[in-house]
C-alpha cells in the first residue's frame, strides 16, 4: 500500500518552454501533497505544500508563478515549471500523505529528473 | 529552530559487517515524529520507519534495528551483515513546525562485496 507515482520519470526541454510533472497516489487518497526538489549530493528541499481544492503554500524563495502547483482531486497534484531555464535542472520529488494530519508518514513518487538545455 | 544532523557523509563497509549510522535531532517540541529513509540509485525515496516522541522502545526488523535516546536527541540506525543492496542515500528526517519534514543531509552507504 502507500504507492505514489510520478510522470514522467525524465525529461529534457529546451530553455523557455514549460513541463508539467504529475505526481499520483495510487491506493489511497492524499489531501496533502508535497512538491521536493533535490540537487546531486545534497538533501531535499521543500519547494510547496498543495493542499487539495485550495492554493498551494510555497516555502521562502521558491517563485510561486514559476512553479506552478494544482491539486485538483486527491490522488492528483501537478508541478508546472514555466519558462524553463537550465538552472531549474533538478530532480523533482513528490510525497503524500496517507492520513489526514500532518504528522502522518509521507510516502514518496519515484522522482522526476528535469534537464533544461 | 528545529534540525536535523548526519554528521556521516559517507560510510564504505565491506559486506557482512555491521554499520550504524547516526542521526541527531534539535527540537522544542514535547511530541514530535522521527523518520527513516533509503534512497538507492534508482532516487525513490522508501520508508523505513517512523517513531514518535514518547516511544522510545528500540525497534528491530530484520537486519535493520533503530535505538531512540531522548536523552541525547539520537535515533541512530543500525544495519546488522550488511549486503550490497544496502548501499543508498539514507536520510534522517524529523516533523516540525506546520507538518514540514526536515531532512538530514543524508548518509550515503556504500557496501563493497
Known amino acids: 500500500g502507500a504507492v505514489v507515482s510520478q510522470h514522467p520519470s525524465w525529461v529534457i526541454c529546451k530553455s523557455g518552454t514549460s513541463v508539467k510533472i504529475e505526481c499520483r497516489s495510487l491506493d489511497f487518497q492524499a489531501t496533502t501533497m508535497f512538491w521536493y526538489r533535490q540537487f546531486p549530493k545534497q538533501s531535499l528541499m521543500l519547494m510547496a505544500t498543495s493542499n487539495e481544492g485550495s492554493k498551494a503554500t510555497y516555502e521562502q524563495g521558491v517563485e510561486k508563478d514559476k512553479f506552478l502547483i494544482n491539486h485538483a482531486s486527491l490522488t492528483l497534484s501537478t508541478l508546472t515549471v514555466t519558462s524553463a531555464h537550465p538552472e531549474d535542472s533538478s530532480f523533482y520529488i513528490c510525497?503524500?500523505?496517507?492520513?489526514?494530519?500532518?504528522?502522518?508518514?509521507?510516502?514518496f513518487g519515484p522522482g522526476t529528473r528535469l534537464t533544461v538545455l | 529552530a528545529q534540525k536535523v544532523t548526519q554528521a556521516q557523509t559517507e560510510i564504505s563497509v565491506v559486506e557482512k559487517e555491521d554499520v550504524t549510522l547516526d542521526c541527531v535531532y534539535e527540537?522544542?517540541?514535547?511530541?514530535?515524529?522521527l523518520f527513516w529513509y533509503k534512497q538507492p540509485p534508482s532516487g525513490e525515496l522508501v520508508f523505513l520507519i517512523r517513531?514518535?516522541?514518547?516511544?522510545?522502545q528500540n525497534e528491530i526488523s530484520g537486519r535493520y534495528s533503530w535505538n531512540f535516546q531522548k536523552s541525547t536527541s539520537s535515533f541512530n540506525f543500525t544495519i546488522t551483515a550488511s549486503q550490497v543492496v544496502d548501499s543508498a542515500v539514507y536520510f534522517c528526517?524529523?516533523?516540525?513546525?506546520?507538518?514540514?519534514?526536515?531532512f538530514g543531509q543524508g548518509t550515503e552507504l556504500s557496501v563493497k562485496p
Open positions: 528526517a524529523l516533523y516540525g513546525e506546520g507538518g514540514k519534514l526536515i
Open positions: 517513531r514518535n516522541s514518547f516511544d522510545e
Open positions: 510525497s503524500a500523505n496517507t492520513g489526514t494530519s500532518h504528522t502522518d508518514t509521507q510516502y
Open positions: 527540537t522544542r517540541d514535547t511530541t514530535y515524529y
